[in-house]
């Protein structure tokens, strides 16, 4: 009753006095607010305090106290991504090369006054890595063949990777992570390359068909040189056992003839069956034709037949 009685006179209100008052409080208000010291720094950046345009300090994240004439500018380290399209480039055998790049970079914490001062005050450097990128790119595609940048695509971004670094340095920023999209070479190439596969493929099915008929050819040399072998072992038993037999055979022949040698009587003996056994089958007729010099068989007008011994006829016996 008495804050409403202070702007009425009455029964009338007094404007005055209340456009005063709330004047007063306007101005305390944004007295408060200019004069107010507290301010935060999120996670994730950093704030960079200003006084009259001049960087004062850098502040990390958390609760930061200023004076009034001091101001604070959020920059962030977070990471940030900067995406290239189509990129070219040429690689060392002349082979247009275009390519699509997505570069995921940061600020680098004790570089965020430079970068402040000479190239972004929120931290977004994607226009000057898309530049170096593109540099990075060139500079690295010239030193592969085409075959290479196929083979060796992870070596190929690494190596980007190492150029864009080195590049980003300048400007306060590291690199996270580089990703290559739609990498690819003329059509002229591809189909080059496409014909290429397609040779060498046939080629290898070619050399795979000649190592199997090459592998059927030495199996069935083998089969025929083990029938061979096989073949020549029975031979070469065969061939034994007729050995052995005829060595047996003469062994028996000399030792028959040894026999015969050491008993004359035997020998005597054995001649006189012999002439029995002509006299036996001789039909008692003389040749009616004689030459000269040709004996005339089953006569013997030289020699007396004798009777044999008592030990040829034991022999013979026996």
């Known amino acids: 009753m008495k804050f409403l009685q202070r702007y009425t006179s009455g029964t009338e209100f007094n404007s ?10 306007f101005v305390v208000f944004f007295l408060l607010l200019w004069c107010w010291p507290f301010r935060t720094v999120p996670t994730g950046s950093r704030g960079v305090i200003t006084q009259f ?25 977070r990471a940030e991504t900067a995406t290239i399209e189509r990129a070219d480039g040429s690689t060392a055998d002349t082979q ?33 890595v898309q530049t170096a990128s593109q540099e990075a790119f060139k500079a690295v595609t ?10 060796k695509r992870q070596l190929v971004s690494s190596d980007i990777g190492v150029a864009l670094t080195q590049k980003l340095a300048m400007y306060g920023a590291q690199v996270i992570n580089i990703d290559m999209r739609n990498f690819s070479f003329s059509d002229d190439y591809m189909h080059a390359i496409s014909a290429k596969v397609t040779q060498e493929q046939l080629r290898l099915g070619a050399e795979n068909k000649l190592k199997t008929v090459e ?51 035997v020998l005597e003996l054995r001649r006189i069956e012999v002439e029995m ?23 013997n007008t030289s020699k007396e037949i004798a009777p044999p011994s008592p030990a040829a006829r034991t022999t013979a016996a026996r």
């Open 277 to 299: 056994t002509k006299a036996s089958r001789w039909d008692g007729k003389l040749p009616e034709h004689i030459y000269a010099s040709a004996p005339i068989p089953y006569f």
């Open 142 to 151: 010239a030193r592969y063949t085409a075959p290479d940048l196929i083979a």
């Open 16 to 25: 005055v006095a209340a456009t005063r008052d709330g004047l007063i409080a």
């Open 96 to 128: 247009p090369v275009v390519v699509s790049l997505t570069v995921r970079y940061s600020v680098k914490p004790d570089k965020v006054a430079e970068v402040y001062e000479k190239y972004s005050h929120d931290g977004d450097l994607s226009s000057y």
């Open 215 to 265: 592998a059927e050819q030495k199996q069935k040399v083998a089969i025929a040189e083990a029938e061979a072998s096989a073949l020549r072992a029975e031979s070469d038993g065969k061939a034994y056992a007729n050995l052995t037999i005829a060595k047996a055979s003469a062994e028996a022949l000399r030792v028959q003839n040894a026999a015969l040698a050491q008993n004359k009587e």
């Open 53 to 77: 345009g001049a960087i004062k300090g850098i502040q990390s994240e958390g609760l930061v106290i200023m004076a009034p004439w001091e101001r604070l500018a959020l920059f962030s380290v």
